[in-house]
């Protein structure tokens, strides 16, 4: 069962998260808090799906206009989206948004959500797949090394890394 997004105005963060134990130092914790909450998520999931428009967004998520213009401002300020001007013949200037190289590296995590969501909300019902455009074979995430070596959950260790020179 999918739940409903939940509305949250707060601004967007935009700075990381400070650095001082590795509580505070955590990337899953920043990278949640950058993004906001459950509408930017749909709103990202929308923008992989080639949806670029505002009322297109607004019509396919069922959010209010300000809902998603707070969302879309903060993928903007984050980086991961670009507003870009547009104009239909006869129309005033308006704007539609894009993922930029730094969104587009959020696709695995978007991917992999979708995945999660359907082996465990859906059992195995997929309410939507995505394929490869030259084999049509279904595309999954995998975890490998920079060799290329499939690794598994329980081949893999997490190592705490100390702080950078700068405190990040």
Not at 121 to 141: K, N, S, W
Request: neutral net charge; charged residues 30%; glycine residues 8%.
């Amino acid at each position: 069962m999918a739940q409903t997004p939940t509305r949250s105005d707060a601004p967007a963060r935009t700075d990381p998260p400070a650095r001082g134990t590795l509580a505070d130092r955590c990337s899953i914790a920043g990278t949640l808090t950058a993004l906001g909450d459950t509408w930017s998520i749909m709103v990202l999931r929308e923008l992989f799906f080639g949806v670029h428009r505002f009322n297109d967004l607004q019509r396919d998520l069922g959010v209010s206009r300000s809902v998603l213009s707070n969302r879309l401002g903060r993928l903007v300020d984050l980086g991961v989206a670009r507003a870009v001007p547009y104009q239909d013949p006869g129309e005033r200037s308006r704007l539609e948004y894009r993922l930029t190289r730094k969104g587009v590296d959020l696709l695995p995590v978007m991917l992999s959500l979708m995945d999660w969501g359907d082996r465990y909300l859906y059992d195995g019902d997929a309410p939507v797949t995505v394929h490869d455009r030259t084999t049509d074979e279904q595309v999954r995430v995998e975890m490998r090394t920079p060799s290329g070596r499939r690794v598994e959950p329980n081949e893999m260790d997490a190592r705490v890394n100390a702080p950078a020179a700068d405190g990040r």
